[in-house]
Each structure stands twice: as structure tokens, then as C-alpha cells.
């Protein structure tokens, strides 16, 4: 299960480093993707694979249907992460997000996302203010 959130420097390369309790869900690989709220999205493979099944249920005549599948699939990326849990974003998804020198990355249960850490705080801030609220009105 990815939980949490850690703070990751983006190498020259371009390259960050999955944290350490998240590397076991991502071993066998993952799919990173254009996010929502200006981030990216990391699935692991089996997570991908049920939201590939998801999508391919949607009407295929509904314009949002291809607005969505267009930009979800065609910014999608499978990586590996090497031996010391790299992974290479690549540059069009690092622009997407604005990663520069950090990214922080956080746990969603099934998949993860990579945010700009001051958007990330930005996002986070205006969030917390309507947390409770969310919680309400899912019947959390």
C-alpha cells in the first residue's frame, strides 16, 4: 500500500528516487501518466492494468471519452525502476508538472502521485481548509 509523502531531488540526469516504502509496489515496473491538478500519476502495473479495463469501458463516442483517453494514454510511459528504485521521468511529463531540482511524492493506497513541492504546499493548504468539509459530503 503506498502511503505517505517524502521529498526526492531530481538528479541531472533527470532521474528521481522512489522512496523506499513504496519500492516493493513498483518493483515489477509502472506506468507514469498526466495527473490531475497539474501532477503526475504513477501506477503499478497491476493498478494500470484496472484502470486500462476501466477506461475501455467508457463510451467511445463521448467527447470527453476522447479528450481523456487521448492525453492519458499518449503522455503514459512504462519505466523500471533500476536497483536503487530510479526512475527516468520523461522530459514532455517533467514540463507537464514543472519538476525542476524536487519533486515530492505521495501515496494514494493504489497509486502515486508526483507534484512540484510548491504547488504541492499550494494545493495542500487550500485542501486542508476544506478537508473536513469533503469528508462530510463523501459520507467519510
Request: glycine share 6%; proline share 4%.
Amino acid at each position: 500500500m503506498l502511503l505517505g509523502r517524502s521529498v526526492r531531488s531530481i538528479d541531472n540526469k533527470g532521474r528521481i528516487i522512489l522512496p523506499k516504502e513504496f519500492r516493493e509496489d513498483f518493483a515489477s515496473g509502472l506506468v507514469v501518466t498526466k495527473g490531475l491538478d497539474a501532477c503526475l500519476l504513477l501506477f503499478p502495473m497491476a493498478e494500470w492494468e484496472k484502470k486500462v479495463a476501466k477506461i475501455a469501458e467508457m463510451p467511445e463516442g463521448n467527447e470527453d471519452t476522447r479528450r481523456f483517453t487521448r492525453l492519458f494514454f499518449s503522455n503514459a510511459t512504462r519505466l523500471i525502476p533500476d536497483a536503487q528504485g530510479r526512475i527516468l521521468i520523461p522530459q514532455h511529463l517533467k514540463e507537464m508538472a514543472e519538476l525542476k531540482k524536487e519533486a515530492i511524492v505521495i501515496g494514494l493506497s493504489n497509486k502515486a502521485e508526483i507534484w512540484d513541492p510548491e504547488k504541492w504546499q499550494r494545493y495542500n493548504k487550500e485542501s486542508e481548509e476544506r478537508y473536513e468539509e469533503a469528508a462530510s459530503r463523501l459520507g467519510v
